[in-house]
């Protein structure tokens, strides 16, 4: 069957590669054929190489309101998921998660898959309690559905970070009992399935994690008895062999923090910490830049081609309701370019290209 009656059908896939990700869902709605069409990994591919793809920045963003006109600003907000569109410049906000009435878990991790978000963990905004509760919001159409539970019991402050095309890797954090944990474990998203990993070297609780050159990298953190002494540590796990490399020693130059760190599709691994923005280069962390001095807390990171986005909380108004700034900085000339952003606290952050 045609996709477009009349039309060959590489012409009126150039038609679909050209809609906007918010017509997605309509289009998946229109027949059997645009929806298996739109939802090919294939189809993902094409727009990106053809530059029809559009990048989202997705954040974890409070709600802050006045709660029955009490005035009680510093009461704990509702967070829910801001989209920005890299393109236009336009903020939205996606629906909330069906049954979640008091919005996002709090210090949940957000993560991408192909045109999937995953959010992962955080803690109950109610009771404080740790979730291992997995939603995934479909941008083809538009809808969350729960996923498979994380395995293994309640975790929270853990690393995360996924390839981008198929699974969310998890290690560390602490349990119920506030013990640092060495375990990880790997969501096949398309399944909807959990898998353990082979255990880390060390504890790592509130560590940092990316996935850099085909490797699942896990940074910093402490061990239960340290306490807030972070490591200087890295390891990393690499998914061909199923394997955690050997333990990286002096990784970090101090023990105050864990950097929020982002690699780039060509390599290239930033971080940003204490207002500057370094890379790594010849097996050590060298300064390019500074991070605008009105960022005060980094949040998230991105690198893209050619550019790094930087996004933050600023100053604090009252409670939380903190200025969000963000900037884009062009990595050829160093110039930073401010975002329109809102006023409202930034707990986590992703990026994903539709």
Known sequence: MELIPNLPD?????????ASYKQFPVIASVCRGWNREVSLSDFLHLRKASRHSQELLILSQARVEDSAGSGNIFA????????????????????????QTKGLPLFCRLV???????????LDPVTWQACDSVFVFSFL??????????PGGRRSFFGCASDSDRTVLVA????EEKCALTSAIVYDVAEDKWTFLPDMARERDECKAIFHAGRFQVIGGYATEEQGQFSKTAESFDVSTWQWGPLTDDFLDDTASSPICAAGENGDLYACWRG?????????WQKVGQIPADVYNVTYVAA??????VIGNGKALAGYGE????????LSSARWVKLETHVAHVQAGCFLEV
Do not use: Q
């Open 112 to 122: 991408s898959v192909g045109s999937d978000l995953i959010v992962l963990g955080g």
């Open 276 to 284: 500057d923005v370094l890379m790594f280069l010849n097996d050590t």
């Open 76 to 99: 704990t907000p509702e967070y829910r998921v801001s989209v920005l569109e890299s393109g236009s410049g336009l903020w939205t906000e996606l629906p909330p998660i069906p049954g």
């Open 304 to 309: 893209r081609p050619g550019k790094l986005i």
């Open 10 to 18: 590489d012409v009126a896939r150039e038609c679909l590669l050209r």
């Open 172 to 175: 560390g954090g602490h349990d």
């Open 141 to 150: 159409t538009s809808k969350w559905r729960v996923g498979a539970t994380m």
């Open 323 to 330: 200025a969000t700034v963000g900037y884009t900085c062009d």
